[in-house]
């Protein structure tokens, strides 16, 4: 579905006269191989090359150096740009800036408006694509009037209308109130799971990661780690020294286990350390109100 | 303080008015607004407003809000009025005061201005009462299309228009936030003279503009990504149709037009 080999990108800052005064590299060799269905996560501190890369899957950049294939198309082919656009979906961080219509309908019909797709199918597309994020019944509201979830959700019908074999997703939830990334994270894993769609999902949210089939992290434009969460998150301190944060349960075991307690690698969820803790609060009465103390605390 | 600004101020019901092809409408106030200045006689100001009252019967708008349209134009009115009332050479002089004369001709001529006047915002504010921005715009881009020819980008600027239409209220959000943001760290924008006051708003449009233009680059590539390559080979998801209601519109339309024509060889 997506293949970056040896992918580069350098910033160029040139003055007036075309000089050049200084060349950033975001992305150095960037190797990634996603397959149609799976749901990837990539994770990486501001400035590692988590975006720009993102946006080198959509044509919106092109390599400095390397290659990037989408469903086996080029991203420098010229005659393949607008295909390759309407495969690969974008969803980017600010709900306001993305929705073009005055109408969450009519917003939704843009891409197939663009794509030059007959009338009665484009209200078809948009009927399917407004209720597979739930967000069929706001169909005739303004944009305006949405909550910051319920927007996002509407520039992800935007881009199903379009039928993309898969969707990256610029840290959706990045301006989104907890309940607004709730909401947005059940509808890209419904996505994912109903309609078979790839997800590439960009973030720096721990607890949104945890979903994913694999997890990629970048740093200082390069991958860093890569593999199932469980695999990933069972490197507290290689994460922590990458600056970036593991979700509450597992910093929560890896504390624990740091202090002596026998609790396996990888926890997860809440719900996983609790039933590894178990064991120790079955054993005596006091131990478990002290237990109390711990979940309520680490919410997350 | 910024939030009461809206355009377009569509009165949403259901009428005959509203069903209407946009296209209708517009062109329907264009020929209209001609026929005002075509008409000379008060026989045709008797027709104009005959065909207007009957249109703004039809749209079942509260005859307030079409009031509320003319209150911003209201000082122009009166100067226009009173200009041409006292200003007007004539020969049947019934009052005078130093250079400001009352005149059969000028009280005439003030009267039928102030029709004029009158009916083209009552026709043009009637005009945004029933139709919604969305579909104006989408109007303007089918009745420009000739233009094409001209080399005019009309696509391209009616999409503007209604990303403009959809921005307002997202940067008047924005700019009250902006406010609020100066003002609790002590910007003072109530007190002082008309200079004063302008010049404290200067710290406020400079960080709405950059805001704005961030917001429109990051549109333009959410446009990109979304496959927008202007208006080639682009489908509507709601074309404008015309219904048969609509070609009897236009048979009105050109009815009254020429009635109002005719009125010119009309004595009164």
Known sequence: MILTKGLIHNYTK???EGNTLSVI?????????????????ILGHNGSGKSTLAKHI???????GGEVWVDGMNTEDAEKLWEIRQRAGMIFQNPDNQIIGQIVE???????ENLGVPTQEIRERVDESLKAVGMLEYREKSPNRLSGGQKQRVSIAGVIAMHPGCIIMDEPTAMLDPSGRKEVIRAARALNDVERITILLITHYMEEVIYASRVIVMDGGRIAMQGTPREVFSHVEKLKALHLDVPAATELAYILKKNGLALPDGILTKEELAAALKPYFSASGQESEQGEHVNPGREC | ??????????????????RL??????????????????IDRFAGYLAAGAFLFAAVALSRVPFRYILNGMRPVLFLLSITVLFNLFLTPGEHVLWRFWRLQLTMEGGRFALKMAFRLIFLITASTLMTLTTTPNQMTDALEKLLRPLRRLHVPVHEIAMMMSIALRFIPILT??????????????????????LARVRAMVPLLVPLFIAAFRRANDLAMAMEARCYRGGEGR???????????????????????????ATRAVPF
């Not at chain 2, 101020?9 to 009428?15: A, E, K």
């Not at chain 2, 092809?21 to 075509?38: C, E, M, N, T």
């Open chain 2, 235 to 261: 489908t509507r998801m709601k074309p404008l149709r015309y219904q048969r209601r609509d070609g009897v519109a236009y048979l009105v339309l050109i009815l009254y037009f020429a009635a109002a024509a």
């Open chain 1, 25 to 41: 590299r975001a992305l150095d060799g960037v190797d990634i191989e996603v397959k149609a269905g799976e749901f990837v996560a």
């Open chain 1, 58 to 64: 959509n044509a919106l950049l092109y390599p400095s």
């Open chain 1, 14 to 16: 040139k003055d007036d």
């Open chain 2, 21 to 38: 092809d946009p296209r209708v409408k517009v062109a329907g106030v264009f020929f209209y607004i001609i026929s005002l200045f075509l």
């Open chain 2, 173 to 194: 959000e924005e700019l009250d936030k902006i406010q609020k943001a100066q003002m609790a760290r002590g910007a003072d924008f109530e007190s002082g003279g008309l």
């Open chain 1, 106 to 112: 009519e917003d939704v019909g843009f891409g197939p």
């Open chain 2, 1 to 18: 303080m910024f939030r009461e600004i809206t355009l377009g101020q569509y009165y949403q019901t259901d009428s005959l008015l509203h």
